[in-house]
C-alpha cells in the first residue's frame, strides 16, 4: 500500500547536523514534488522546503536557508533533508508530503521528531 516513512530525527546539540530521509512505498516519487514540514508544539504544520520532480527546483523557507538541503534519490525512492547549523527553533516533528500534479499522495506519516538543544 502507498506509505511514507520519515526517519532520521533525534537529539542534537545546537550547531550540529541532522539528516533526515522520507522513503516511500506502494508507488513512485519520480513524477512527484515532495515537501518537507514541520510542526513543533502548539504550532501549526509549515512548510520548511519543497523539491520538484526533476530535482531542477528547490523551495526553502528563509528561516533555513544556507542551512537546510533538500534532494532525492529517484532510484531509493527516497528524499532527504540535510540540516546543518541547527539551532533550538528547529526543534519539531518533521514531515514529508507527495504531490502528483498538485494531489497528495497517501497520507501523512508518523513525522520523525528533531530536538534541538544543548
Known amino acids: 500500500q502507498v506509505q511514507l516513512v520519515e526517519s532520521g530525527g533525534g537529539l542534537v546539540q545546537p550547531g550540529g547536523s541532522l539528516r533526515l530521509s522520507c522513503a516511500a512505498s506502494?508507488?513512485?516519487?519520480?513524477?512527484?514534488?515532495v515537501s518537507w514540514y514541520r510542526q513543533a508544539p502548539g504550532e501549526q504544520r509549515d512548510k520548511v522546503a519543497s523539491i520538484s520532480s526533476s530535482a531542477t527546483t528547490t523551495f526553502y523557507v528563509d528561516s533555513v536557508k544556507g542551512r537546510f538541503t533538500i534532494s532525492r534519490d529517484n532510484a531509493k525512492n527516497t528524499v532527504y533533508l540535510q540540516m546543518n547549523s541547527l539551532k533550538p527553533e528547529d526543534t519539531a516533528v518533521y514531515y514529508c508530503?507527495?504531490?502528483?500534479?498538485?494531489?497528495?499522495?497517501?497520507?501523512w506519516g508518523q513525522g520523525t521528531q528533531v530536538t534541538v538543544s544543548s
Open positions: 508530503k507527495v504531490l502528483r500534479r498538485g494531489v497528495m499522495v497517501g497520507s
Open positions: 506502494g508507488f513512485s516519487i519520480s513524477d512527484c514534488a
